[in-house]
T-cell receptor, first 111, second 117 residues
Framework: KQEVTQIPAALSVPEGENLVLNCSFT??????LQWFRQDPGKGLTSLLL?????REQTSGRLNASLDKSSGRSTLYIAASQPGDSATYLC??????????FGKGTHLIIQP | DAGVIQSPRHEVTEMGQEVTLRCKPI?????LFWYRQTMMRGLELLIY????????DSGMPEDRFSAKMPNASFSTLKIQPSEPRDSAVYFC???????????????FGPGTRLTVL
């Protein structure tokens, strides 16, 4: 059974810093990996989707990488802002169509 | 489009009562997913539908849980009877195509926060 682990569980940094969130998964047979953002009391918003054949995806200040063979992904956030404060979830798609999620990294950006 | 719509947003009920959660997916999306989120277990897939047909319900925790999709624009998740351990946030999501074969992502509703006393 696929397991997804996210480290750290929580992170607090001053505004302006660059930071990295980590995600690992146990079964490398995935179709794609996605990073989501969840704000308190709200649903999830997709940030980046990396197909299994890709190595990275970029959107604005966000860059996600994928190393399928080692079962790892990172989400890099450049020049963090208070508005980036949220929970970031990593999810993978394996043989079926549903997503398997990590428990998330709770990020706080201090003004 | 209004996005995925869920109702109610909050539900408080007593143990033993029947609970029905509702979801309206984005128009034109062929896939609908139900997830449950708790602090202990995170987000878990309960069941998903393709063209209104249940495809995988292996995540449904017990026979007390059932889900239906009578048409392309409506789905329900029912818990009968409810128990305190069912307290969680239940999310509905929809996607245009299957996750394993495309770059299409899932679009999530705002969730229903269920509290069973």
């Amino acid at each position: 059974k696929q397991e997804v682990t996210q480290i750290p569980a929580a992170l607090s940094v001053p505004e302006g810093e660059n930071l990295v969130l980590n995600c690992s998964f146990t079964d490398s047979a995935i179709y794609n990996l996605q990073w989501f953002r969840q704000d308190p009391g709200k649903g999830l918003t997709s940030l980046l989707l990396i197909q299994s054949s890709q190595r990275e995806q970029t959107s604005g200040r966000l860059n996600a990488s994928l190393d399928k063979s080692s079962g790892r992904s990172t989400l890099y956030i450049a020049a963090s802002q208070p508005g980036d404060s949220a929970t970031y979830l990593c999810a993978v798609v394996g043989g079926a169509d549903g997503l398997t999620f990590g428990k998330g990294t709770h990020l706080i950006i201090q003004p | 489009d209004a996005g995925v719509i869920q109702s109610p947003r909050h539900e408080v009920t007593e143990m033993g009562q029947e609970v029905t959660l509702r979801c309206k997916p984005i128009s034109g999306h062929d896939y609908l997913f139900w997830y449950r989120q708790t602090m202990m277990r995170g987000l878990e897939l309960l069941i998903y539908f393709n063209n209104n047909v249940p495809i995988d319900d292996s995540g449904m925790p017990e026979d007390r849980f059932s889900a239906k999709m009578p048409n392309a624009s409506f789905s329900t998740l029912k818990i009968q009877p409810s128990e305190p351990r069912d307290s969680a946030v239940y999310f509905c999501a929809s996607s245009l195509t299957g996750q394993g074969t495309s770059t299409d992502t899932q679009y999530f509703g705002p969730g229903t926060r269920l509290t069973v006393l």
